[in-house]
Nanobody, 124 residues
Framework: QVQLVESGGGLVQAGGSLRLSCAAS????????MGWFRQAPGKEREFVAG????????SYADSVKGRFTISRDNAKNTGDLQMNSLRPEDTAIYYC?????????????????WGQGTQVTVSS
């Protein structure tokens, strides 16, 4: 049984930082792309950042470029999302996901395993 578990969410003031982590069990993440998505109330789930299986390629939504950094540790079967200069509009539930290929695409359908999500709230 594959499980992805996020941690590190919380409440932070605008301009602050948080580091989200994703730990996997039941599946070696090293063979698959990993992505972070978020969903705010009343909105669709959106792509935030992705990293390929070998960590050679990363991609980011325009809204987080220069502020967020995605990384992974295949030896530990984990992935992280470092979030700096947080803004109130970053408030959402953040999900990590493991894709079906080595690529970390931007569409939710490209991912077949999801974590339960962790809440990030940024106050102004």
């Amino acid at each position: 049984q594959v499980q992805l578990v996020e941690s590190g969410g919380g409440l932070v003031q605008a301009g602050g930082s948080l580091r989200l982590s994703c730990a996997a069990s039941g599946r070696p993440l090293r063979w698959y792309g990993m992505g972070w998505f978020r969903q705010a109330p009343g909105k669709e789930r959106e792509f935030v950042a992705g990293i390929s299986a070998g960590a050679s390629r990363t991609s980011y939504a325009d809204s987080v470029k220069g502020r967020f950094t995605i990384s992974r540790d295949n030896a530990k079967n984990t992935g992280d999302l470092q979030m700096n200069s947080l803004r109130p509009e970053d408030t959402a539930i953040y999900y990590c996901a493991s894709s079906g290929t080595t690529v970390a695409g931007v569409a939710t359908y490209e991912y077949n395993y999801w974590g339960q999500g962790t809440q990030v709230t940024v106050s102004s």
